[in-house]
């Protein structure tokens, strides 16, 4: 593929360098080549004058619009069209608009993805693509991006979301797909702003993007964040603060090198939402908190340092080498709120309840642990096109090694939390004497991981319009785990290869019609820990079947997809209680889908991002303990999602916008007897923007729709009710 350039670049008259145009520099370009003429004339009238070095610098901002960049996630610069397999950009516009300052509420603009509750004491973002867990199928610049924690969008550009199995570009995980965060990077250009929000529940939120060129190849940004806010449920508290410097030296040269590091603390007061009754969320009112806020607490550490560096050896041959150093920290005390009193084992919960009243005991469920991640990676890609045999090819090879070593504890004490009832809720009651010193870290395990990754692909137009890509990758993963004594050591290691194929017919270059198949592969060893099953137990294997078509209209303003898909786990491990000491693959499910998307101008005035997804999910096969879920659907999977966000600019400087998500009913757990209702909710925006400032004015759950979002089977976590966000910004 040719190479990428930014669209924001001095351009420098070098002696024995080609010089190489961003295309909508040709304007600038042209100015200069006009004045040509009259530099010609001076020189022949006094051929000994030096003439001075001309710099020319294109200062425009490029606004993309809700299309957003290019994107990597075929491992080279390409357009989203250009991948036969179902891609969505969520723009830095389009999460400005909304407001959007974290990574969940970026993605309410995604069909087909819903979010989960904080799962068994889980920590940070918790998503379900397609009706399966990605929890583990996220990633940052495109590399590996694992741990839980709560990611915000301060250092972003944008964020990609490939649908579908794609182990032969990402390694293990990707049932339903994979999300990919794009950071910022410096651009050749001074431009730096400003913004500061303040809103319902106490939020505020200061940001400030800080870009300086030291030189025409030579340049620094600086992303920084801080929010402080409280919530609509009674005494839970959020705090963050992140920092994200950027170095960029030979942007447009042949060798280019970015330095970057990236920081953010958070401490927060954790929030684990409301228990169900009979099969339903218990009907309270959406403030009421179950924690403990004066003594639970949720706090995560996060650094990754990156060195990327980019060598061309034509427009059409590049090798780009990435080394990264990940460090993750995470410390968790919360309360899940379970219908029942405290025992000596945590919780009796009562499930045999005829009803309930506000004096119904609650039982404050403990849900304390921790740990650390630390990881280093290897990623080198290298890109050609040539054209032999008639045939035009686009190859993709590549290595990666990846180093893991995690450790877990749990947060433990004798003592118990205190109780409650439904109604008269104390969230900061007396706790018992030397509450906080009785917790000590124990439980203690330990994983190492080693990955050592090779892959290939090439994209072959055997025919004009027709192209026929084929990859594969084999991944060799090797997993150390440590237990607490008596229960010793144990190790896996798996040797998988993966696949992926596609044909695409592209007629014009605004049309693609395409067809993929793709596989992907989840070892036993994903989530960092192994036991005496699935340590004897081989990976779970999916595969994507797709078929789509692209259509860029309105002279390329408007680009449009749609796609029919099946995304199929085809041996699901389930527990054989003949054979303890093995997980079988037994079990086998899918989730057969439609997607339509629509993002562009429909005029200068009018943008549009919306999409759809239809899904039917359903397990096929189910055994020994999971054989009670057999014809069930796979939780929290609805059948249909939408996300629709507007905005029209109806005079100078003025914008009005609204946006609608949908989520249709989801269940709870395996048995499908635990609901969450469908929901909607609506959005408002009205924002007036000219040169140097901005105000915005963005309304949430504007008609204060009462629903719920996370979902797990023990309990539920209500959505926000009608809130008003006021943001000032600045450039200069």
Known sequence: MPPSFPQDRALVSRPGRPLRLPLHGLAATTIALCALPAAAQTQGENSDQTLPSIVIKDSREQNNGYHGEKTRLGKTPQLAKDIPQSVTIVSEQLMRERNADTFKEALRNVAGLTFNAGEGGRIGDNITLRGYSAVGDLFLDGIRDIAQYNRDTFNLEQIEILRGSASMLFGRGSTGGVINQVSKKAKPVDASEAALTVGSFNYKRLTADLNRAFSDDLSFRLNLMDTETDSFRNDVKQRRFGVAPTLTWGAGTDNEVNLSYFYMKDNNVPDYGVPYFKGRPIDVPIERFYGLANADYEKNQTGIGTLAYTHLFSNDTALRTTLRKADYDRDLRAVAPRLGVASAAGCAINGNLAGWSDATGLCRQRQARGGA????????????????????????????????????????????????????????????????????????????????????????????????????????????????????????????????????????????????????????????????????????????????????????????????????????????????????????????????????????????????????????????????????????????????????????????????????????????????????????????????????????????????????????????????????????
């Open 373 to 732: 991640e630390h990881t280093w990676t290897l990623q080198s890609d290298f890109n050609t096109k040539f054209a032999a045999g008639g045939m035009k090819h686009e190859i993709l090879a590549g290595v990666e090694y990846l180093n893991e070593d995690a450790s877990r504890y749990t947060n433990a004490s004798a003592l118990s939390n205190p109780s409650t009832t439904v109604g008269n809720v104390d969230t900061m009651p007396v706790l018992p004497a030397g509450f906080d010193a009785s917790f000590i870290r124990t439980a203690y395990n330990k994983y190492t991981g080693h990955t050592a990754s090779a892959y290939a692909q090439d994209t072959i137009e055997f025919i004009p319009h027709w192209k026929l890509l084929a990859g594969a990758r084999h991944d060799s993963m090797r997993a150390d785990y440590e237990r607490p004594a008596p229960a010793g050591p144990l190790s896996r290691k798996d040797d998988v290869w993966s696949w992926r194929a596609g044909l695409m017919y592209q007629p014009d270059k605004l049309t693609t019609y395409y067809t993929s198949y793709g596989t992907s592969f989840n070892p036993s060893a994903e989530a960092y820990q192994l036991d005496s099953r699935t340590a004897n137990t081989p990976p779970e294997k999916s595969r994507n079947l797709e078929i789509g078509a692209k259509w860029e209209l309105l002279d390329g303003d408007m680009s449009v997809r749609t796609a029919l898909f099946r995304s199929e786990k085809t041996n699901e491990r389930n527990t054989d209680v003949a054979s303890p000491d093995i997980a079988v693959l037994s079990g086998r499910r899918h989730t057969d889908g439609l997607e339509l998307e629509s993002v562009g101008r429909l005029s200068k005035q009018w943008e549009v991002f919306a999409n759809v997804a239809i899904m039917r999910a359903k397990v096929d096969e189910a055994s020994a303990d999971q054989a009670g879920t057999k014809g069930m659907v796979p939780t929290n999977t609805p059948d249909y999602t939408y996300s629709l966000w507007t905005t029209y600019k109806f005079a100078p400087g003025w914008k009005v916008g609204g946006g609608l998500e949908g989520v249709g009913l989801r269940y709870a757990n395996a048995t499908n007897t635990i609901e969450v209702p469908a929901y909607k909710r609506v959005d408002a925006l009205l924002e007036y923007a000219a040169k140097k400032y901005s105000i915005k004015l963005n309304v949430f759950n504007l008609f204060n729709e009462k629903y719920y979002e996370g979902v797990y089977t023990g309990h539920v976590l209500p959505g926000t009710p009608r809130a008003v966000q006021l943001t000032l910004g600045t450039k200069f």
